[in-house]
C-alpha cells in the first residue's frame, strides 16, 4: 500500500511563487514514479509535472519554464515550486504514484496511476 499526502497550498498573488510538497511512504516508495496533477475549478485533472525512480523530470507545457520538480535523495518527497504564478494556476493539486520505475511518454495520464493523495489547494489572485 501507499500513502501520499500533500502540504503546501496557499493563496498567493498572481507573480508570485509557492512550493507544495508530497510526503510518500509504502512498498517500493523510491522506485516509484511520482507526479503532481492539479483540477482546476469546473475542469478535468491535468498534468504538472513528475519525476521517475531515475530523477527524471517531466513537465506539462502549462508550467514548463516556471516549475521546478524536486526529490531529494533519500527522502520520500517530491516537491514543485510554481514560479509567476497566474491565476490560470488555481487548482486543488494532488501528488500520484505509478507502479512503475520509469513515468515514460504516458506520465501525464491520470487513468495510469495507481495511488492518489487528497490534494491541496492552491488560489491565485489578481
Known amino acids: 500500500q501507499v500513502s501520499l499526502m500533500e502540504s503546501g497550498g496557499d493563496s498567493v498573488e498572481a507573480g508570485g511563487s509557492l512550493r507544495v510538497s508530497c510526503a510518500a511512504s509504502?512498498?517500493?516508495?523510491?522506485?516509484?514514479?511520482l507526479a503532481w496533477f492539479r483540477q482546476p475549478p469546473g475542469k478535468e485533472r491535468e498534468a504538472v509535472a513528475a519525476m521517475s525512480g531515475g530523477y527524471v523530470p517531466y513537465y506539462a507545457d502549462s508550467v514548463k519554464g516556471r516549475a521546478s520538480v524536486s526529490r531529494p535523495r533519500g527522502k520520500n518527497t517530491l516537491n514543485l515550486e510554481i514560479n509567476g504564478l497566474k491565476p490560470e494556476d488555481t487548482a486543488v493539486y494532488y501528488c500520484a504514484a505509478k507502479d512503475t520505475y520509469v513515468c515514460g511518454e504516458t506520465w501525464n495520464k491520470v487513468a495510469n496511476y495507481s495511488y492518489w493523495g487528497q490534494g491541496t489547494q492552491v488560489t491565485v489572485s489578481t
Open positions: 509504502g512498498r517500493a516508495i523510491s522506485s516509484r514514479c
